[in-house]
């Protein structure tokens, strides 16, 4: 699976646990930045251009962390078709994907620590979204809101 992960400073030090565990497990991720901790970066100069590739069906799934989750979360959502949530929990990192097919989660660097992340990442990229028609309706719901 093709996947992206992007941070700023104040997720820099879990992409970076995350990049690395990833690329040993044979994912391969591109690296959206930040490529050093800045503590004057912002978070959408990553996140919104990995959710534009997304978008495009270049990648299949993201990963992006900031110091909460919430403002890549925020931004993220900003972009057609894109489907982001901030993750805390397994059950929302697979559930995200099986009824509401997220094909980004969001991470907090500051928030989960890195053996965590990790279960989450793990758990998100190898959910699968159901298909069942009842969320197909809800889905089709908020994309409507789209055009
Ligand atoms: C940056 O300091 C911080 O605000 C950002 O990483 C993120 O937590 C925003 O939601």
Do not use: W
Request: with cysteine; net charge negative; hydrophobic share 40%.
């Amino acid at each position: 699976m093709k996947i992206g992960i992007a941070a700023d400073h104040g997720g820099f030090a879990l992409k970076q646990v995350l990049l690395q565990h990833l690329r040993a497990g044979g994912y391969e991720v591109a690296d959206f930045g930040a490529y050093e901790p800045d503590p004057e970066d912002d978070y959408p100069d990553f996140v919104i251009p990995m959710a534009r590739e997304i978008a495009a069906g270049k990648l299949e799934r993201g990963i992006a962390v900031c110091g909460s989750g919430v403002g890549a979360s925020v931004a993220a959502n900003k972009v057609k078709g894109i489907r982001a949530a901030l993750i805390q929990d397994h059950f929302s990192a697979r559930q995200g994907v099986e009824d509401d097919d997220l094909q980004m989660i969001c991470l907090g660097g500051r928030t989960t620590g890195p053996s965590t992340a990790i279960e989450l990442a793990e758990t998100f990229l190898e959910a699968r979204f159901s298909g069942l028609e009842r969320h197909k309706r809800r889905l089709q719901k908020i994309a409507r809101l789209e055009d």
